[in-house]
Every structure is written in structure tokens, then in C-alpha cells.
């Protein structure tokens, strides 16, 4: 298990910056696929955004922030980022920090992640 706490929301205008951070307790830190999900606001399903895998930190994005939006991780400080350039109001959401360990997988899905935090509020106007 690993916990998970989300940082570095706030509001922002169209076309601004905002960089998310999520902390990780635990040891095993660098053996764990991590993700961002977003949920936005009316009721919504939870989305994918990125990801970074454990073995290789290869990422994955949806299209709608592929150029946009840029996944990190630091093993050293148990800390991925999320790195969000360009931001649209419809990029206004909850967004959450996610992990598997030792996932290969391409596919992240909210079903396949064992491991959440508890959110960060990003909010986008126009």
C-alpha cells in the first residue's frame, strides 16, 4: 500500500500554468506505475490524463492534453508531477493522483488502480 497526497491546485486563467504534485509515503516508491485522473465537476465519470510507468518511466497521455500536459517523476523525493501548460476552461476538474505497483500495462483505468489520493481542485477560467 502507498499513500498519496495531492498538491498545487488552485485557479487559473485560460492559458495559463499550473504544476500538480503528488507525494508518496513508503520505500517502494520507484516499483509503482503512477497515474492522474480527472473528474470534472456536474457529476462526471473519473478520466484518465497521464502516466508514467515504474520500469522504464514511459508515459502515456489522453489526446486532449497530448502537447499540453507533461508527466514526471522524481523516485529520489517519492513525488510525480503533473506539469499543465495551456490550460482550457474544460480542463476544470478534481484531479487525483493514482498508483499500481509493478504495472506494465498501457491501460489505466480508474478500475485498475488500487491506490488514491484525495484529490486537488485545478479550476480554469475563461
Known amino acids: 500500500q502507498v499513500q498519496l497526497v495531492e498538491s498545487g491546485g488552485g485557479l487559473v486563467q485560460a492559458g495559463g500554468s499550473l504544476r500538480l504534485s503528488c507525494a508518496a509515503s513508503?520505500?517502494?516508491?520507484?516499483?509503482?506505475?503512477l497515474a492522474w485522473f480527472r473528474q470534472a465537476p456536474g457529476g462526471k465519470e473519473r478520466e484518465f490524463v497521464a502516466?508514467?510507468?515504474?520500469?522504464?518511466?514511459?508515459?502515456y497521455y489522453t489526446p486532449s492534453v497530448k502537447g499540453r500536459f507533461t508527466i514526471s517523476r522524481d523516485n529520489a523525493k517519492n513525488t510525480v508531477y503533473l506539469q499543465m501548460d495551456s490550460l482550457k476552461p474544460e480542463d476544470t476538474a478534481i484531479y487525483y493522483c493514482a498508483a499500481r505497483g509493478a504495472y506494465d500495462g498501457t491501460v489505466y483505468t480508474p478500475d485498475n488502480m488500487p491506490n488514491w489520493g484525495k484529490g486537488t481542485l485545478v479550476t480554469v477560467s475563461s
Open positions: 513508503g520505500r517502494t516508491f520507484s516499483t509503482y506505475s
Open positions: 502516466a508514467i510507468s515504474w520500469s522504464r518511466s514511459t508515459t
